[in-house]
């Protein structure tokens, strides 16, 4: 099967006939031979395929880092990639100068990802500064020049580039004066203006056997069988896209990515503690894709955004007009309460009481960019030190992201203290039915889940438990 794609591809306008499900990594490398992207893990983790792509809305173009070995050719349509080549010019641009000035590469396998990605910060940082911009790099590794000399290409970057910004944001211009991007990207929103007029646009089939949000996870798992398949990507239409608070419900749209909840000036006005708990969510370019509704259908054990969900008290709403509670959404291991012709549309969380705190814990080998062992998140309402409401979640500690409903039956109405929550956990060790896997046996599970459900208490209330207590 093939579908007729358009999009641009740096300077060039690339109409072709390819399988909608082709990674973009593959068509830049071997029918495109730009092969500065490179191949590396094949599953978002290394960024040493790191692309812009970039789309036009609210009246200017916006870019963001994706992981292009992820990204299905289909989900292009209409779009501007900006691969390594499309950077490059006559003399090295300074983001590659202060690389070269500081020692910052080796091998030089990585070095596309990194400049990629430091690239897109310029093109969409609201500040600019050396932290957010090391932030921006969490979806790079380098296996052989340490991190040293790159942070500090990072610092002679943004202290050269600075001077020249406006509110300490870069506009396209201002960019292109200084040479982090060529002068065609000035060109680009009307390039794209003239493909969309006559742009061919997917049709949802009725048989097809994949809907894609972001594809993060899928395109990891099953690869092979995606181009095998029908597929059609979730649309961008208003209920889907959209982030809005109205009669007392936060509603997400089912293909919103979890960067846009973590940015939403929505999201922030009611759960403000997300924007920096979310960086624990796999990398920037990750966010960029992923979105919330693929992350519930996937219903991995140990998701993170299912795992803050169940404790946010989500429910889901599908497109014959059925609601589901979350925490009744998942019957088994990637077994679901959904109908194979429903589709996830939105996801609605009641909006908190002043007096609520909320928390997120997540125990993996390495901070960032892992997969949790062990995570878990609360929502509790209290008043003078007495539980009014509570809502306690876990997961990889059982076949299904799990709310811990008898922990929580048991805290309701209680008043906080080192020897109820100890208790507390006990029973939340009793509730769980972990296995022994390669992130660590099930009595390890179970002590990180007593540990990460003190770390809660000692961290919303240290006034009433004392972390040397615990120990």
Do not use: W
Request: proline share 4%; charged share 20%.
């Amino acid at each position: 099967m093939s579908s007729s794609i358009n999009f641009i591809l740096n300077n060039e306008v690339v109409k072709t006939t390819v399988n909608p499900a082709t990674v973009v990594l593959d068509f830049l490398r071997k029918n495109k031979k730009l092969t500065g992207t490179k191949e590396g893990c094949r599953e978002g983790d290394c960024g040493a395929c790191a692309i812009l792509l970039g789309h036009f809305a609210d009246g200017k173009m916006r870019y963001k880092t994706v992981n292009s070995c992820l990204l299905p050719i289909l989900s292009v349509n209409g779009m501007h990639i900006v691969t390594i080549e499309g950077l490059n010019s006559d003399k090295l641009n300074p983001i590659q100068q202060a690389i070269v000035d500081e020692g910052a590469t080796q091998c030089g396998f990585c070095t596309p990802g990194f400049i990629i990605s430091l690239t897109g910060y310029f093109l969409s940082a609201e500040n600019v500064d050396t932290e957010t911009a090391i932030e921006f790099l969490s979806g790079n590794i380098c296996r052989c020049t340490g991190y040293a000399s790159i942070k500090r290409a990072v610092e002679k970057l943004v202290a050269e580039v600075k001077p020249y910004t406006l509110l300490n944001s870069l506009t396209k211009g201002q960019l292109i004066s200084v040479g982090i991007i060529p002068k065609y990207f000035s060109g680009i929103p009307s390039m794209l203006e003239k493909l969309e007029s006559g742009m061919l646009m997917e049709r949802i089939y009725s048989d097809s056997e994949f809907l894609i949000g972001g594809g993060t996870d899928l395109f990891v798992q099953k690869p092979t069988a995606l181009l095998s398949s029908n597929l059609t990507l979730t649309g961008r239409d208003r209920i889907l896209s959209e982030i809005k608070a109205e009669n007392d419900f936060l509603n997400i749209g089912a293909a919103v990515s979890i960067s846009e909840i973590q940015h939403s000036e929505t999201i922030k006005k009611y759960f403000p503690q997300l924007e920096k708990l979310l960086n624990l969510f796999g990398s920037t370019p990750i966010r960029n894709r992923a979105t919330i509704g693929g992350n519930i259908i996937n219903a991995s054990p140990i998701g993170d955004m299912i795992n803050i969900l169940l404790a946010l008290n989500a429910s889901l709403h599908f497109n014959d007009e059925r609601t589901v509670d979350l925490k009744n959404f998942f019957l088994g291991y990637k077994m679901l309460n959904k109908k194979d012709d429903e589709e996830l549309l939105y996801i609605s969380i009641p909006l908190p009481v002043k007096n609520y705190k909320f928390n997120f814990e997540k125990v993996s080998r390495r901070t960032y960019l892992d997969i949790a062992s062990v995570n878990s998140s609360i929502y509790v309402e209290t008043n003078e030190n007495k539980i009014e409401n509570i809502r306690l979640s876990a997961g990889g500690v059982a076949p299904v992201p799990f709310y811990l409903e008898n922990t929580c039956n048991f805290l309701q109405s209680k008043e906080i203290n080192f020897s109820l929550i100890d208790e507390a956990a006990s029973i939340a060790i009793s509730e769980i039915s972990p296995i022994s896997d390669a992130r660590g046996s099930a009595d390890y599970k179970k002590i990180l889940l007593r540990q990460l459900i003190l770390a809660h208490f000692i961290k919303l209330f240290p006034a009433l438990i004392d972390a040397e207590e615990v120990i």
